[in-house]
């Protein structure tokens, strides 16, 4: 079984930064896709980034500029370094991973990590 543990969310003051990450434990043959997406509330879970094993990178047209995802397979870990952080950027931030296991693709979520940003 796959689990997704994220870390690194918290309380900034706009114009400030965090970094997130997300740890996969688990027995799998590989990571074919990373990725962050958030929820506000009273809002429907949006993409913020992704990241393929080939490491070509989407991110959402609110956050370019301001927000870089990395990833590291052997490691299993996915980050998402947050700068110029905006009130609007709070929400509970979920790490993603398409994981490749014996029984095919599975799509993985962790529990999610609070991000709140204070104007």
């Known amino acids: 079984q796959v689990q997704l543990v994220e870390s690194g969310g918290g309380l900034v003051q706009a114009g400030g930064s965090l970094r997130l990450s997300c740890a996969a434990s688990?027995?799998?043959?590989?990571?074919?896709?990373m990725g962050w997406y958030r929820q506000a509330p009273g809002k429907q879970r949006e993409l913020v980034a992704t990241i393929t094993r080939g490491s070509s990178t989407r991110y959402a047209d609110s956050v370019k500029g301001r927000f870089t995802i990395s990833g590291d397979n052997a490691k299993k870990m996915v980050y998402l370094q947050m700068n110029n952080l905006k009130p609007e950027d709070t929400a509970v931030y979920y790490c993603?991973?398409?994981?490749?296991?014996?029984?095919?693709?599975?799509?993985?979520w962790g529990q999610g990590t609070q991000v709140t940003v204070s104007s």
């Open positions: 993603n991973m398409i994981i490749l296991r014996g029984g095919g693709r599975s799509d993985n």
């Open positions: 688990g027995s799998f043959f590989s990571i074919d896709a």
